[in-house]
């Protein structure tokens, strides 16, 4: 990924809470020069390197047959994203721009084979994503074969993380009052995803 100076970001408790708070992200394999892309929940798991991502694809999803521990894969995890008027900028002749924040995560996925661990993958989703608002459903009210025939279906995996790059696009190379101009014009404009870019973007102009 094309990571200037002013937006790369590398701080990993910083690349850790992104990934879990985007946690639907953007699995991409390739078989024979063809690239192939699943879109699926991820949950990372922290170990003594960049952690390792938990997931699973239906068997019938052929990109399954890319994960055999020896194969790069690239997982994008995406965040909010907006356009940029050149309008809301103080100084003059400025060009349109896209504001975003993304992690792209590397590794080589692996099957778990036995069924305990894949168990062990879908039941810890289900926990992540459960809430009061859901009703906190539970794996536990199902039978138990039904879950077995379930578990047939799918293909649960990990991949640990070779390496990781971040990049939080938020107008750090403008100057402080074009950013502030940028900030204001999100926030008029509507729409939660601009503002959640102008809040990000008031985080880094906090900080700067």
């Known amino acids: 990924m094309y990571r200037p100076t002013h937006f ?9 809470a992104f990934m879990r708070a ?6 991409v394999t390739s078989a024979d020069g063809v690239p192939f892309a ?6 990372l798991e922290e170990d003594e390197g960049n952690g ?5 694809l239906a068997k019938a999803n052929g990109q399954c047959r890319a994960f055999d521990g020896a194969t790069e894969a690239l997982v994008v995890f995406w965040g909010p994203h907006a356009y940029v008027s050149p309008s809301w900028y103080v100084s003059e002749k400025m060009v349109p721009t896209w504001n975003y924040v993304t992690v792209h995560a ?3 996925p692996k099957v778990l084979d036995d069924p305990a661990a894949a168990r062990d993958v879908i039941s810890r ?9 859901t009703g906190n459903w539970s794996m536990d009210v199902l039978p138990e074969d039904f879950i077995e025939r379930q578990l047939k279906g799918i293909v649960a995996f990990e991949m640990p993380i070779d390496r990781i ?14 950013a502030k101009g940028v900030i204001d014009g999100l926030q008029a404009s509507g729409g939660a995803e601009a503002a959640e870019v102008a809040r990000l973007m008031a985080e880094v102009l906090a900080g700067a």
Do not use: M, V, W
């Open 165 to 178: 790059e971040g990049k939080f696009k938020l107008s750090q190379n403008r100057t402080p009052e074009d």
């Open 106 to 108: 590397y590794g080589n």
């Open 22 to 27: 985007q946690s639907f992200a953007l699995l």
């Open 52 to 56: 390792r991502l938990l997931g699973h």
């Open 125 to 133: 989703l289900t926990d992540t994503f459960e809430s009061d608002a």
């Open 38 to 43: 699943s879109h699926i929940p991820l949950l």
């Open 8 to 16: 790369d970001i590398d701080d990993p408790a910083t690349l850790a």
